[in-house]
């Protein structure tokens, strides 16, 4: 018997009543979609040990027989440290506690033989335990492959879950060169990779488009009050806000103190401290005092509702405010629409 992951937990324990139940808790929850559970009792001591059929490895439980414990670990180990990546996988890997090495591959030059699986293969050998690797076709996963800017194949990005930095491997792509990039990262030597496009060689536009390197420039000018959205390309949101947002900065372009600015959040490092937890995201950076921005959290991104939000929060700008009657009709169309919506997207793990 097997299930869709073809992974055991097998169980050796005591005839301890405690320890029996607390193992049958386990094996009832929602972790038996992705592990057979099987054991026996009689046991003088207490073991449990994950047995993977897909690659002939296993893992034994060192921790203490707790509820809590046994979960997080049957959900950090159950899967191989080396697979194919799949949208199924996807998540699973995104919540593991040890680093991954995301391996993107060219389908054409990579279909039969697939060399650069074989060559992580052998580095899954001396590197088992302490990284996972996962390996995919760049067109089967393209958001991983734009997310962090992978352009030449095979690439490879190793990402840390715990503090959601990343590390793009940039060296040659051979066994040796990779582990001992590996193992400078282990030694704490490898810089982590800042996602971040090219500054825009033409930013003249009502809407200036904000990057990792020009954010300074653009949004810290103490002179301006900015507001910025913050978007991604497959957000749905995002692109019915693109005109209301370009009628806005339209409104207010007589303005002189006042940017309209957006950065893709998807392809640019965003400062923790902003907090992103979605997309689409607004907030306005006022003059003068750019530490406290301030968020827009109405539900509605309407002209209406932005507009206030402006004019109440602006530090140094004379709003100038247009009486235009297809504005009013444009915004209950695009009212009637969010209501049927959530207010944003999550943001994409990968």
């Known amino acids: ?151 030449e194949f095979p690439g490879m990005v190793l990402i840390n879950n715990i503090n959601k930095e990343h590390y793009t491997y940039k060296g040659k792509f051979t066994k040796n060169e990779i582990k001992n990039w590996l193992n400078d990262f282990f030694a704490g030597k490898v810089e982590k990779s800042i996602k971040k496009e090219l500054i825009p060689e033409s930013n003249d536009g009502l809407i200036k488009t904000v990057v990792y390197d020009n954010w300074d420039e653009i949004v810290n000018d103490p002179e301006k009050d900015v507001l910025i959205k913050i978007y991604a390309d497959w957000c749905q949101h995002c692109k019915k806000l693109e005109p209301v947002y370009q009628e806005l900065a339209e409104k207010f372009q007589d303005s002189q103190n006042l940017v309209f600015a957006q950065i893709n959040g998807d392809k640019n490092e965003i400062k923790p401290d902003l907090k992103v937890s979605g997309y689409p995201t607004i907030m306005l950076f006022p003059a003068e005092n750019k530490k406290e921005f301030i968020l827009f959290e109405e539900e509605e991104r309407s002209i209406e509702t932005l507009s206030k939000f402006l004019t109440e929060n602006c530090k140094t700008t004379e709003t100038i405010i247009k009486d235009n009657s297809s504005e009013e009709g444009a915004d209950e169309k695009m009212q009637e629409d969010q209501k049927k919506e959530e207010e944003e997207e999550p943001i994409k793990e990968l």
């Open 1 to 151: 018997m097997k299930n869709i992951y073809e992974t055991i937990a097998f169980a050796e324990i005591s005839e301890d009543e405690q320890v029996v139940e607390l193992l049958e808790n386990i094996a009832e929850s929602e972790l038996k979609q992705q592990f057979l559970f099987a054991g026996k009792k009689g046991s003088a001591q207490n073991t449990l040990t994950i047995y993977r059929q897909s690659d002939k490895t296993e893992t034994k439980y060192n921790g203490d027989f707790e509820e809590n414990e046994i979960t997080e670990w049957l959900n950090e180990y159950y899967l191989p440290f080396i697979q194919e990546l799949t949208f199924s996988t996807l998540k699973h890997y995104y919540a593991k506690q040890a680093p991954v090495c995301y391996l993107l591959m060219d389908a054409d030059e990579e279909k039969e033989d697939r060399p650069s699986v074989q060559l992580i293969s052998e580095l899954n050998n001396e590197f088992y335990g302490k990284v996972w690797f996962v390996w995919a076709y760049s067109n089967e996963l393209p958001t991983l492959a734009d997310r962090y800017l992978i352009t």
